[in-house]
């Protein structure tokens, strides 16, 4: 069958799983040298639109996710801690936040941990009403479901006056931990997947209806089918596609699609075997033009990720493979966005000139370009999918830095 061209529209527990992240992302900060080169066309300016402070806005750390931005400039995200510090004191559970053109900060929704939610670690989609959904890795049934007493995650709106309606609990069954981003279709239908739960405790992709009932599209197996799946994308004719951290050949992780009818092709299975060609992709993909694109958290010519394409063919080659001890950035954190010309958009987590991570573009021939490396003061470890407006303005967040260590969002000006 022709692959269709795809729109962007936009370990038994989840406690164990964020704790395991966590120590993941600080292990690779103890292992990655300090980068010495200078690789960097830095003719950007960088404005950082707000800095969050610690255990105020966020726990002790800043926002996990991108943001989104509305037709008037505002910009909005989540942050996995902070806001109600009768939740897990002083931490918080998380907020849902809003950011004016001046930069002030409002909380829309501070979640309790409790029915309403907890840790939204994943970014926001907006409706044209002005509703923003999202998912958070804990909270929902806390009583009686089989993730007592934290809960297996939410899916839930805030509308535009901030009042938060959870939509789905999630009950291990259908899903545990909720941890990437959503997609809506045209009818309101919420798509998004789990990173655990299900048939097999491997995660699952799933659809929640306008009306709000769920269903299990597909439960990953743990074995060649993947396990623990991102973000996915949809297509024109209601296939989906993404990336699953584990599972696969040798258990080094997947691309995937499943179509319309729930069933599951994998597209590529990466290889340790093979490691040049990258290892663990853990964040959702893009599309342009007929071909996928993606990143690894690992493997490529030096194990510190890479930019991966499938062609139209599904033939899957490397774009860009990150060197280790140079400017030119270490570990992708996060997925890519794609211009009308094809360029591509991302961030690393490290590398750069103090090794506190770039942002970066990589164009059709697969050059690529540091636009800024972060200092710190500006931000340090951008962790977030980036936003580009129409002017090419880049929007995004770092988990650490800023004026008071706790992170910040910027914006990065051509």
């Known amino acids: 069958m ?46 950082v639109v707000y800095s969050f402070e610690y255990y105020v806005d966020g726990t002790a ?29 002083p931490a918080g559970c998380g907020t849902v936040f809003k950011l004016d053109l001046t930069g002030k900060k409002t909380v829309l929704h ?22 923003l959904y999202g998912t958070t890795l804990e909270g929902g049934d806390v009583v009686s479901s089989t993730c007592a007493p934290f809960g297996c995650g939410t899916l839930f709106k805030v509308d535009a006056t901030g009042v938060e309606t959870v939509l789905h609990s999630f009950n291990w069954v259908d899903g545990l931990g909720p941890i990437a981003g959503l997609i809506r279709d045209a009818a309101g239908n919420l798509y998004g997947t789990t990173g655990y739960g299900g048939a097999g405790n491997y995660g699952t992709l799933f659809k929640l209806t306008a009306s709000g009932k769920e269903t299990v599209l597909y439960s990953f197996s743990g074995g060649t089918d993947g396990e623990s799946p991102a973000a996915v994308i949809r297509d024109r004719v209601g296939n989906f596609y993404g990336t699953c951290l584990f599972g696969g050949r040798r258990s080094n992780g997947t691309v995937f699609e499943v179509d319309k009818a729930g069933k599951k092709t994998t597209l ?7 490691p040049s060609r990258g290892l663990s992709p853990n964040s959702g993909l893009v599309a342009y033009a007929g071909s996928i694109f993606g990143t690894t958290t690992a493997g490529g010519v030096s194990g510190f990720g890479t930019v991966f394409k499938l062609d139209p063919s599904r033939k899957e080659s490397v774009v860009h493979s990150f060197p280790t001890g140079t400017a030119d950035g270490n570990l992708p ?13 991302g961030v690393t987590a490290f590398g750069g000139v103090l090794n506190k991570g770039t ?26 999918r980036l936003l580009r407006d129409d002017a090419g ?13 706790g992170g910040t969002v910027f914006k990065l000006t051509p």
């Open 2 to 47: 022709k692959p269709q061209p795809i729109e962007t529209s936009g370990q038994n527990s989840p406690q164990k799983y964020a704790a395991e992240r966590q120590r993941y992302l600080y292990a690779i900060a103890l292992a990655i040298l300090l980068a010495t080169g200078s690789r960097l066309a830095q003719a950007q300016t960088l404005e």
């Open 61 to 89: 750390t800043g926002p996990d996710t991108g943001v989104i931005r509305d037709a008037a400039g505002n910009l909005y995200g989540t942050t996995a801690g902070g806001g109600d510090v009768s939740c897990d004191s």
């Open 110 to 131: 501070a979640f309790t941990g409790g029915a309403d939610g907890g840790r939204p670690f994943a970014g926001l989609i907006r409706d044209a009403a002005g509703n």
């Open 268 to 274: 590529y299975a990466f290889d340790d075997r093979t």
């Open 333 to 345: 954190s996060e997925g890519l966005i794609v211009d009308g010309q094809g360029n591509l958009y």
């Open 359 to 384: 942002v970066f573009k990589i164009d059709q021939q697969g050059n690529e370009t540091v636009l800024h490396s972060f200092s710190g003061e500006d931000g340090e470890y951008p962790i977030g």
């Open 393 to 405: 303005n880049l929007y995004g967040t770092t988990l650490f830095g800023g004026a008071f260590g």
